[in-house]
């Protein structure tokens, strides 16, 4: 009988005894020689054996049908396909004896899993089999049953009641639920801004880790040493002998009866002496050039070279931003005496026999 809007018409004494192409002397689409064209769908699981690619069941391809024999009256055909991944050609034909399909070229079948149920035979126990068969047992059974039935039961109950007490306000367990985020919130979000403060003061462009306690182990366990270049510089610019009395007369003044501003003017007027005194013997005395060459990294650096002022301008150039310190100062610059280049301050008035 035709199908209902199928579009064609074929006579009633040749339905289901040849097909419409036949009948109308047509050759089916995608027909080419001896080769058709066709939508073939993998009936089992295969490797590819090109690329070691797993191809499904069910997966389709355009196949290549061909006759290539016969058992008995039975034909054979092969479906010639390319693995889309590859491009290498797989081979499945059909097996009329067995009624199956075999892969014959490009791929191999999966190996199945053994069903442990073929071919079985499982030989029941007499016991459990007097057991099934005795109606006491199947009484028992049902009490068992009814009692575990009853003891799920109550927990259920139990477990209702439970949520139902939780939740009996939902308004105040959202309240809590919020308040608990958003502390989370806020503490996540001081910790980004911490990271990211990090990250560009370091310049970094990765992803911080959060801080574990070995990190901090690590970091307390590193210590840094001072630089000890400008006390060792400070050591070889003092005298060999001690300062004269007036100098320690104007060091050593008392504080008592003072303000704070006059003991920090005294303060600072000490600290310049002193500076002043370690400058310039820093600068005369040969015997610290080499010492202090040797301490201080070397800078090939074109330096613009100006004309040393003397003493006397020195000390006025001091008395005009430190009018209070002018006295104390040209004391010390007298006590130093005048200085010439190449004479050492620590072995000023020595003479060798």
Request: with cysteine; charged share 30%.
């Given at each position: 009988m ?16 040849i ?8 050759k ?14 993998m ?9 070691d ?6 997966v389709?391809f ?36 067995n ?18 149920g ?9 016991e ?14 049902k ?12 927990r ?5 009641g439970l ?18 985020f ?75 009866g ?49 004309k ?35 004479v050492?301050l ?8």
């Amino acid at each position: 009988m035709q199908g209902f809007n199928m579009g064609r018409y074929v006579p009633p004494e040749h339905e289901g005894v040849i097909s419409g192409n036949k009948l109308n002397k047509k050759k089916p689409s995608g027909f080419h020689g001896n080769t058709q064209t066709v939508r073939f769908e993998m009936p089992f699981n295969i490797f590819c054996l090109h690329c070691d690619g797993h191809i499904a069941q069910g997966v389709r391809f355009n196949a290549e049908k061909k006759k290539i024999g016969k058992y008995y009256s039975t034909p054979i055909f092969s479906f010639r396909m390319k693995h889309s991944v590859c491009s290498g050609w797989i081979e499945i034909q059909t097996d009329p004896k067995n009624t199956a399909y075999v892969a014959v070229e490009g791929a191999k079948k999966q190996a199945a899993e053994a069903d442990p149920g073929v071919g079985v035979i499982r030989v029941k126990d007499p016991e459990e089999i007097s057991r099934l068969e005795d109606p006491f047992a199947k009484v028992e059974k049902k009490v068992v049953d009814k009692t575990e039935a009853k003891q799920g039961a109550e927990r259920i109950a139990e477990l209702q009641g439970l949520s139902d007490r939780q939740w009996q306000d939902p308004y105040e367990h959202s309240r809590k639920m919020r308040k608990i985020f958003r502390a989370e919130r806020k503490e996540l979000q001081e910790k980004s801004a911490a990271t990211e403060a990090i990250r560009e003061r370091a310049g970094l462009a990765i992803e911080l880790l959060d801080e574990i306690p070995e990190d901090a182990q690590k970091a307390k366990l590193v210590e840094f040493g001072p630089d000890y270049s400008q006390k060792i510089n400070q050591a070889h610019s003092k005298p060999l002998f001690p300062v004269s009395e007036p100098v320690k007369r104007v060091l050593g003044q008392s504080s008592a009866g003072k303000t704070k501003a006059q003991t920090a003017a005294d303060t600072t007027r000490e600290r310049l002496q002193t500076q002043l005194r370690q400058n310039t013997r820093a600068r005369v005395d040969p015997f610290l050039h080499s010492v202090l060459d040797k301490t201080r990294p070397s800078l090939n650096l074109k330096l613009l070279k100006r004309k040393q002022a003397d003493n006397n301008s020195m000390v006025e150039d001091e008395a005009e931003r430190f009018p209070d310190v002018t006295t104390e100062k040209a004391s010390i610059l007298t006590s130093v005496g005048s200085v010439r280049p190449g004479v050492s301050l620590g072995l000023d008035g020595y003479e060798s026999e």
